[in-house]
């Protein structure tokens, strides 16, 4: 029984990584806690397995349209479910470099410091580890930051065919470390026959904000998740800036709530949309926002797929994903700029290829994906201003000009020249482009100015002291990391502020 959660006292917006693992760290106390996802729960369907549904028909991708800077029209891959993207993620659940916190100078720009160094978060990353039941070995990755604990579970290995490139590559003299995965390989092979990069899934063991974080407070009866309800606006009291009202449309009726607190988690857009889109004549250019960085800074990484194909060379592996290469990482291996880091993709089937190449024969990809392999590239996005999400009415608007493209360019070089020391004597790449926002983030930053940012380092608004922004949207800058541990380390960390300092009972 939920006890009396029309009034509660906190209210989560979204169910992603920052919603989910927020509600999870807040469990224990004696706060009645309402969850308010506008997406459904993923269904255990065969849908969830069918690449030509999900790749080439795009079934699980909404039909919600932004615009881009010359106003045209795309459809994003930015999913609405319990557990937000993190039902399609890779998984991958990596710590930031230490660097990464600190200031550090690029080919294209600089990524500025945050506002505490990796020591601060540290424990909320092994916390946040052990909650996603992260597997991983840290011995090979040059990069690593220094551990307060070893991962709890072993590292994934490598299917065959995958081992004879780590090998390969380390004979080059590279480092190949095992990726830092979210994922029961024995539970998840026993269901499905699918890599889990890119592929929805019910609770087939990967471990995303929903099956990791949200189902573990399904036994407390001081939370409740509503499905199906999107919140339009906040409203601000008269007389100050505290957040009086949620409110949010459900079975096409609009309702609200007004709890003491309010922690937005609807991921690096939609949080920074909707504070634009609740202004009001006290807060004219939107809450959260003296800075005018509301909605700025938007990031998601220069990423890029490259494929090495050789005939010799047979792939029968399913998952793949089990390696990265962060050789690259700080530096471009001859004391240049950093670039970024390598990893494995999800494996890339026939199947999957149609879905870019419709007119191509089936039997052609077929051959193409069995005697290739899969990686992606990705490098950091700086922040810039000018790359920012803007509102008029509903219609999103993303101004996205790459940034730092010269040192992506160059890992993207790198390791086709890898690959092609290995065997795989044709190598193409493709970037992704804004369809993909995949790793959106820095849209509401934290900071120590109010002047300069609208979130201080315990993503508290620094206007609207029971409102805080808890999803990608408060990191400072993007690194070359998957973002999902650092969201989840942060929102455990602000979890336990909160229950520290604010509302314990
Ligand atoms: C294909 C794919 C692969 C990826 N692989 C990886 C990976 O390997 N490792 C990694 O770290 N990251 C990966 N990512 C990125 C990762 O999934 C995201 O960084 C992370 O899930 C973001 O979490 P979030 O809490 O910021 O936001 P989201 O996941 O976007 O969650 C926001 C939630 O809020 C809900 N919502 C939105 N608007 C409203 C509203 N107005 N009212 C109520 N609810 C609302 C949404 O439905 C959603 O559930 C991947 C993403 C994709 C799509």
């Not at 999900?54 to 039909?63: A, E, G, R, T, V």
């Not at 592996?317 to 004391?335: P, R």
Request: hydrophobic share 35%; charged share 20%.
């Amino acid at each position: 029984m939920h006890r009396d959660l029309n009034h509660p006292d906190i209210v989560i917006i979204g169910s992603g990584i920052g919603g989910a693992t927020m509600a999870f760290g807040l469990a224990n106390s004696d706060l009645k806690i309402l969850i308010l996802e506008s997406g459904e729960q993923m269904p255990d369907s065969p849908d969830n397995d069918d690449q030509q549904k999900i790749f080439s028909q795009q079934h699980f991708k909404p039909d919600e349209v932004w615009f881009d800077k010359d106003n045209k029209a795309f459809r994003p891959g930015n999913y609405y479910y319990v557990g937000g993207n993190s039902k399609f993620y890779g998984a991958v659940l990596a710590r930031y470099r230490q660097e990464d916190f600190e200031e550090m100078i690029h080919e294209g720009g600089v990524s500025p410091a945050w506002p505490f160094g990796y020591a601060e978060l540290e424990p909320w990353y092994c916390a946040a580890e052990k909650l996603y039941r992260v597997r991983g070995d840290s011995q090979a990755d040059p990069t690593e930051p220094p551990r307060s604990h070893p991962y709890a579970f072993a590292a994934i290995e490598d299917e065959a065919d995958i081992a004879i490139v780590r090998r390969r590559l380390q004979k080059q003299g590279l480092s190949p470390y095992s990726l830092p995965l979210a994922v029961d390989i024995a539970q998840w092979s026993q269901s499905r026959k699918v890599p889990w990069d890119a592929h929805p899934h019910y609770f087939n063991g990967k471990f995303d904000a929903e099956t990791a974080a949200l189902s573990l407070t399904a036994s407390h009866s001081n939370i409740q998740l509503l499905t199906g309800s999107k919140v339009i606006r906040l409203k601000t009291a008269a007389d100050g800036g505290r957040i009086e009202e949620v409110v949010y449309q459900r079975n096409n009726q609009t309702c609200s709530v007004r709890p003491q607190l309010v922690i937005l988690a609807a991921g690096a857009v939609h949080s920074a949309a909707l504070l634009l889109k609740s202004k009001n004549a006290r807060y004219p250019n939107g809450l959260a926002n003296r800075s005018g960085m509301v909605g700025r800074n938007f990031m998601n990484h220069n990423c890029t797929a490259v494929v090495g194909f050789s005939h010799r060379y047979c792939n029968r592996s399913v998952y793949q994903k089990t390696f990265g290469l962060n050789d690259f990482y700080l530096s471009d291996g001859a004391g240049g700029y950093p670039l970024g880091n390598i990893q494995l993709l999800g494996r890339v089937s026939g199947q999957i290829l149609k879905s870019s190449l419709p007119a191509a024969p089936g039997f052609a990809l077929n051959y193409f994906s069995r005697h290739s392999i899969d990686f992606y590239a990705m490098s950091e996005d700086l922040p810039s201003p000018d790359n920012r999400i803007q509102l008029d009415g509903d219609k999103i608007t993303l101004h996205w000009e790459r940034n730092n493209w010269a040192a992506h360019t160059r890992l993207v070089k790198k390791l086709s020249n890898a690959l092609k020391k290995c065997g795989f004597y044709f190598v193409m790449s493709k970037p992704f482009d804004k369809r993909t926002p995949s790793h959106q983030c820095g849209t509401v930053r934290m900071g120590i100015d109010p002047e300069r940012d609208p979130l201080n380092s315990y993503c508290q608004a620094w206007e609207h002291e029971n409102l805080y922004v808890v999803d990608a949207s408060f990191m400072p800058s993007s690194a070359a990391v998957n973002p999902s541990l650092t969201i989840a380390a942060q929102a455990l960390r602000v979890a336990d502020h909160i229950m520290q300092h604010r509302l314990a009972k």
